[in-house]
């Protein structure tokens, strides 16, 4: 065993760090050619890899919804605080889901909320850039819960509404999916809404270059003007790199415009660093039309990205910026 130690730390030429842990190996079990085995090992492992890249990482995202779905109907079953929250037995409930979504934010992707002083006091329409998931909007609610004791409602795509068992998790949450009279209602009613214009297209065909695809898509500046709110903007960096998507192919895209179900592949769930940045109100003014708010947003949202992503996006350097210690600056 001495005589293999000293022929392994004798220099690189003499014996590779491989096959110095075989040796070693070797000698410990006492199982001759354990390098076929460590061989054999190490092809599964390559082999397994994309599946874990592709299943079980996105997968503890959808893991984290059910047991939220699971927390809020034994919250709903055993509510031994009802009477202390009567005026809204779920207020515990939110409590808790925004615990576990910021805890699971600030521990996998160290997420960090950066201009939630630009978040005013009554209503607003926050906008933002659709990553391939909706995460960061998770994040940032959660932490915007806790810290500023603050709701904000989000506008859905409808086939989020026919997920199997998400039912009671979008009325707790107040998740809308329209129509305009309903997002005006909420912001009168003095509350926040998220909305990202882009939606599941901009989610699914965007890409590392963070391009915005909202189309001529105003809607949403006239529920502003309507509701009389300002606009927030807000952006995530390094989004599109925690999950990706196979919208590049062309297949994809066709299926999606024919049949407008989210069919498209998605891959990561990698622990990358996440920091949302909010930008200052675009505030509300009574002669500015739908067009020109809605193409303000676009610029503002714009200007986000430009300043905080760097183009093209890189898995690598989002998981390097991931263990840094010192933050970035607004």
């Known amino acids: ?21 075989t040796y070693v190996l070797e000698e410990w079990t006492g199982v001759e050619d354990i390098g076929d085995y460590l061989s054999y090992a190490f092809y599964i492992l ?27 109907h034994i919250y709903k079953r055993k509510n031994e605080i009802k009477e202390a929250y009567s005026h809204d037995p779920w207020i515990a409930g939110r409590e808790v889901l925004a ?4 805890v699971h934010g600030r521990l996998w992707h160290g997420y960090e909320l950066h201009g939630i002083e630009n978040i005013p006091e009554g209503p607003g329409l926050v906008v933002f850039y659709h990553g391939a ?55 009168q009613n003095g509350h926040l809404l998220a ?25 949403f500046a006239q529920v502003a003007i309507d509701a009389k709110v300002p606009i927030i903007p807000m952006f995530t960096q390094n989004v599109r790199e925690g999950f990706r998507t196979l919208g590049g192919i062309k297949i994809f895209r066709s299926l999606y415009e024919r049949i407008r179900l989210p069919v498209v592949p998605l891959y990561g769930g990698f622990p990358v660093k996440l920091r949302t940045f909010i930008g200052e109100p675009i505030p509300y003014e009574p ?3 739908a067009e020109e708010l809605a193409a303000k947003t676009k610029a503002a949202v714009q200007a986000l990205i430009e300043k905080h992503q760097k183009i093209p996006g890189n898995i690598f350097r989002a998981l390097m910026e991931r263990f840094q210690t010192q933050k970035k600056e607004d």
């Open 46 to 72: 390559w082999l397994l890899f994309p599946l874990v890249v592709v299943f079980v990482l996105p997968g503890v995202i959808v893991i984290l919804f059910y047991v939220s779905i699971l927390w809020l």
């Open 195 to 219: 909305i990202a214009p882009g939606g599941v297209r901009e989610a699914l065909f965007s890409d590392e270059m963070y391009t915005i695809l909202w189309s001529d898509r105003k809607g």
């Open 133 to 187: 998931t909706p995460v960061d909007y998770i994040y940032f609610s959660a932490r915007l819960h806790l810290v500023k004791k603050r709701r904000c409602r989000v506008v859905a795509d409808h086939f989020v509404f026919r997920l199997p068992g998400f039912r009671i998790l979008i009325e707790v949450l107040g998740v809308l999916h329209g129509p305009k009279e309903a997002c005006v209602r909420t912001l």
């Open 287 to 289: 002669n500015v039309t």
């Open 1 to 21: 065993m001495t005589a293999g130690n000293e022929s392994c730390t004798a220099g690189l030429t003499s014996m590779s760090y491989l096959t110095c842990l």
């Open 99 to 102: 615990t576990l979504w910021d």
